[in-house]
């Protein structure tokens, strides 16, 4: 994924005219839109490809399945238009490995979930975002996904993976984090939904988030 902006737009609306007309909005601010469960069980696979006109996609569906099953999710996926999948690092480097190997074949992206942006994943998940880390770099995966809710954990992260990785990292806006920061902690892309899709104008709030990481990125 090229890096113009250092935005993404996590787009989970659950109505496709929305889909398409936010997406139209805003495609001049966002280096790709990553869609997830909401859009496509409301919509369907097609709306991949129908979004795919106005930047990359990054499929979000935490696979976290055994390999076969792994490897079989992220084929349809990428069959249906997608640039690249979202998985989960928690099932283990084998369950990785083939979604990175098919991914490598079809010159496709996986990003590895090390830990989420919301309160719960203090629970359990952060106990083993590291090791997830350094098993995404491992395993040559194109990226974590890190939270920008704790930019701290973002510095942490980059020292593992190195600059080989990218980190993609939500949470900014609504969930509390800052895009500067986390920018500035070590992420390369900034994902960014409800602060953008339910602004009064959603490309004016793109621009402001473009702008504001301009001079980090
Ligand atoms: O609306 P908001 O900007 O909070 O959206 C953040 C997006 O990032 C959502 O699609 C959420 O599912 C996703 N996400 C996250 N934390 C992760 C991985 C994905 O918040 N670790």
Redesign the pocket.
């Known amino acids: 994924m090229e890096r113009k902006t250092g935005l993404i737009l ?1 787009l ?1 609306v659950t109505d496709r005219m929305e889909a398409v007309a936010i997406s139209e909005k805003v495609a001049g601010y966002v280096d790709a839109i ?1 869609i ?1 469960y909401p859009l496509v069980l409301s919509t369907g696979m097609d709306m991949i490809s129908q979004l795919s006109k106005f930047a990359p996609i990054i499929a ?1 569906f ?1 696979v976290a399945d055994i390999p076969n099953t792994n490897r079989l999710i992220c084929e349809q996926v990428f069959k249906a238009g997608a640039d690249a999948v ?1 998985v989960q690092g928690f099932t283990g480097h084998d369950s990785l490995e083939a979604a990175v190997k098919l991914a490598k074949e079809q010159e496709k992206d996986i990003y590895v ?1 090390t ?4 309160p719960g ?1 203090l629970d359990f998940m952060q106990q083993v975002g590291e090791g997830i880390a350094k098993m995404a770099a491992d395993a040559k995966a194109s990226g974590v ?1 890190a ?1 920008a809710t704790r930019p701290e954990r973002v510095a942490e992260i980059r020292k593992i993976i190195g600059n080989e990785l990218s980190i993609i990292s ?6 509390g984090g800052s895009a500067s920061d986390v920018i500035k902690a070590g992420a390369n892309w900034v ?5 953008i899709y339910q602004a009064e104008d959603p490309a004016m709030a793109a621009k402001k988030l473009v702008d504001e990481m301009k001079e980090f990125l």
């Open positions: 996590a989970d990553k997830g979000d935490k979202i979930v830990e989420m942006s919301h994943a996904v939270p939500p949470g900014v806006g609504a969930q994902i960014v939904g409800r602060s």
